[in-house]
């Protein structure tokens, strides 16, 4: 569905985001035909700066971050869409000279007044740059034109930040107006959860406490933290990763079908689960987690320095580069079913999924085989590296006796469905401008998230180094998260 004319304006244009992710984002919508006949993009730097300047700029990084090839042609028809706006939320008088510029653009470019806001800031500047919207009515809606608002995550750190970031937000404009974007609900994987769910009689019917004996879910990366000390050192993998990607695969997986598949509906359903986990003490908090940092190790042969050697990371920084949690959700489907969660940098292996494992059956007919030498049974939803859901069962092994193994059924997405090589961002930002905000976070949803996280936040913060784990840079995390699932009787799944 091609959007309605509207300028796309982007607040940070000179920035990593902008050149990485957004512009071959619309780069690639361009070559699709998905943008609007009549549209404009307006890119927002604090300093003045020419239209030229800035088009070269992002054509340099369009270049560097392509996901296809980039044709002359496509490439000159979205950069000519190109101004550059100078405006700086510590200069209020800059934003009235911008509405102004904005509106002759407009009627110039004939987008109607239809308006995205994409803020692709560091997020101290959202609320700042949103005020100013608000003051100089940019974002009011007015003779049928819409206006909305883009924001990255994080969305605050932690539960006091993003109420007060959510107040000021909705003070200036309406929840409908807002795209709160995490980029994993733009992988086509995550989306698939739903579908997986409930569109399969199968599944559907065992999806639950009298059939699933738990879940797991897994976000490991090699990635270390390279350049991103000053942001990271402040942040740590549980804010980084657990409040937003992780509590979107655990919410697709966990959340109550919806009654319809409308943003409304599915954005209770996803809000209402979050609000279900179960609030912990302190002191539950430090028994359901496991919080480690790496130390200097080799990740495919490459050397990594320790954590606390990164630059900007403070020297005898407590700040946790892995994560793992035990979680439970107060509810009729989910009553006794723990949820485990595990994310880190500098591991071994880059892998993100989420494996279900279900009951053990009562095993009568097959006496001579032990029980825990079956396999377990596993229904695997690969998000990266394979993209792809797996199916872990048992197997009579060929021959005389009876002999049990675990053999795995699989599919992947590559054997089926040759995708067009994308950033991820595509479907968000085509999403934002057709007005359909189902994958995008709603105010409670967000809420809710750092709230289920905040026991662990305060715990860690009082614990500092105690509890702290090292880990070795390249291995699986330290060896402790294992005694979450081994005093339950689990286990992790095992990787690679
Ligand atoms: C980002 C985090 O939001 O997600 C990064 O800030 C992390 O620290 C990244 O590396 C992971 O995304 P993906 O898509 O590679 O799993």
Known sequence: KKPEPCSFVIFGATGDLAHRLVIPALYNLAASDLLPDRFCVVGITRKAMSNEALRD????????????????????????????????????????????????????????????????????????????????????????????????????????????????????????????????????????????????????????????????????????????????????????????????????????????????????????VLAAIQAQSESEALQNSVRGQYRAGRIDNTEVG????????????????????????????????PFYLRTGKALGLKRTEVAIKFKQAPFAMFRCTPVETLAQNYLVIGVAPTEGIALQFNTKVPGPSIRIDGVEMKFRYKDYFQAEPSTGYETLIHDCMIGDNILFQRADSVEAGWKAVQPFLDAWKKAGADGLLPYQAGSEGPTEANALLTRDGRSWRKLG
């Open 57 to 272: 700029s992002l054509m340099n990084g369009l270049r560097q971050f392509a996901t296809r090839p980039v044709e002359d042609a496509t490439a000159k028809r979205l950069l000519e869409c190109v101004t550059c706006i100078a405006a700086d939320p510590g200069e209020p008088a800059s934003f009235d000279r911008m509405r102004k510029k904005l509106d002759e653009l407009e009627a110039t470019r004939q987008t109607g007044g239809n308006r995205l806001f994409y803020l692709a800031t560091p997020p101290d500047a959202f609320a700042p740059i949103s005020r100013q919207l608000g003051r100089t009515g940019m974002l009011r809606q007015d003779g049928g034109a819409w206006r909305r608002l883009v924001i990255e995550k994080p969305f605050g750190t932690d539960l006091a930040s993003a109420k007060a970031l959510n107040a000021e937000l909705l003070a200036i404009t309406d929840e409908h107006q807002i795209y709160r974007i995490d980029h994993y609900l733009g992988k086509e994987t995550v989306q698939n959860i739903l579908v997986l769910r409930f569109a399969n009689g199968m599944f559907e019917p065992i999806w639950n406490r009298n059939h699933i004996d738990h879940v797991q879910i897994t976000v490991d990366e090699k990635l270390d933290v390279g350049h991103r000390g000053g942001f990271y050192d402040s942040t740590g993998a549980l804010r980084d990763m657990v409040p937003s990607h992780l509590f979107q695969l655990l919410s697709l997986v966990a959340m109550e079908p919806p009654i319809r598949f409308d943003a409304h509906s599915v954005r209770a359903e996803k809000a209402d």
């Open 306 to 337: 320790d954590y606390r050697s990164t630059r900007d990371v403070r020297p005898g920084s407590t700040t946790e580069t892995y994560a793992a949690l035990k979680l439970s959700i107060d509810n009729w489907r989910w009553a006794g079913v």
